[in-house]
């Protein structure tokens, strides 16, 4: 019964914080100073036209009516229609999403790969030249701006040294082949053309793909690194810790065991907050790489002010962040016996 209540509970705040994002995001499509009939129909339309559209959009309707339609329309997978394409926003955000979600899923891995061990090094030996070091590569992975770093992977590593790709996913020769030789089960490059067998295409991908999530994994590692040092250092004070080096355990037990097991509770909190931070934040990045992400479509939608697309596209990246974060909970709880 306990574990039911906590279900309950969970999804219960789950369902409030959706609808507390669509209410958001249902309060600016309605404040900004960007009217939508006018960018359907154009300027130059005239009165019954601009009526007309309006009434065919239930923007007549009282505001209370126009977000229940808004919510029920989102509940059921519509996010509107994007002005500049006359698509629905959700099959292009189908289409742009799994290219964010393969590009972020990357990059958290490395930043976790390294984050982790590195944060954990620093703590052991505070104060250490591994300890400066790590702080220093940390604090350069927040100083300096993900768009001048891009620019500058891209000059080295594909102009100069030709040791990655250039911009986009694929190159030219396997771009115009890739819709018609492999299945797009899942739409991330990496996973389709395994499934399908081309390994060149396979390769090629890895090519393109390693220079961004590189950088994105780079900015993931200063911000875990630095957490699990934190963290790290708490736990090693412990009474528990003492007690464990006094009975002559191995140092690598104290530390990736007992006193892991206890930083692994916050650190999944923060491994998830980086994870969501780079499915929102990658807008620099992928605009710079010609990444046809979500970022990048976004971006372009802002640009030319198609508020459906911009719209659609935040509620998509907020339920990303509200899922991630019931993840993370539930994983807390997985870890940590005393939450339950």
Do not use: C
Request: aromatic share 10%; net charge neutral; hydrophobic share 55%.
């Amino acid at each position: 019964m306990a574990r039911l209540r906590g279900l309950g509970g969970a999804a219960f705040s789950l369902a409030v914080t959706l609808l507390g994002l669509l209410f958001v995001t249902f309060i600016i499509s309605r404040v900004v100073p960007i009217d939508p009939v006018i960018a359907i129909v154009g300027e130059r339309a005239s009165e019954a036209q601009i009526e007309t559209a309006r009434v065919a959009l239930g923007l007549d309707k009282p505001l209370w009516q126009q977000f229940f339609i808004f919510v029920g329309n989102a509940l059921q997978g519509d996010l509107g229609t994007s002005i500049r394409t006359g698509e629905p926003v959700i099959q292009a955000v189908t289409r742009a999403f799994p290219a964010t979600l393969e590009l972020a899923t990357l990059a958290t891995i490395l930043g976790v790969i390294a984050g982790v061990p590195a944060g954990v090094l620093a703590a052991t030996r505070p104060g250490s030249l591994a300890d400066h070091f790590v702080r220093l590569v940390g604090l350069m992975g927040y100083s300096m701006p993900v768009f001048w770093l891009g620019l500058i992977g891209l000059l080295l590593f594909y102009g100069v040294l030709g040791w990655v790709g250039g911009p986009g996913r694929l190159d030219a020769a396997f771009d115009m082949f890739y819709e018609f030789e492999v299945t797009p089960y899942t739409g991330m490059i990496l996973i389709d053309t395994a499934l399908a067998g081309r390994w060149d295409m396979f390769v090629n991908a890895i090519s393109h793909i390693i220079l961004p999530a590189g950088l994105l994994g780079y900015v993931s590692m200063a911000y875990i690194s630095r957490m699990t040092r934190s963290f790290m250092m708490n736990e090693l004070g412990q009474e528990y810790i003492t007690t464990a080096r006094v009975k002559g355990m191995p140092e690598w037990r104290v530390i990736w065991v007992h006193a892991m097991r206890n930083v692994m509770v916050p650190l999944i909190t923060v491994i998830a907050l980086s994870y969501a931070y780079l499915l929102e934040g990658s807008v620099l990045t992928e605009t710079i790489f010609a990444w046809p992400g979500l970022g990048s479509y976004i971006t372009d939608a802002l640009l030319v002010n198609d508020m459906p697309a911009v719209l659609g596209g935040t509620v998509v990246v907020g339920v990303a962040f509200v899922v991630l974060n019931l993840v993370s909970d539930l994983l807390y709880r997985l870890v940590d016996p005393r939450a339950r």
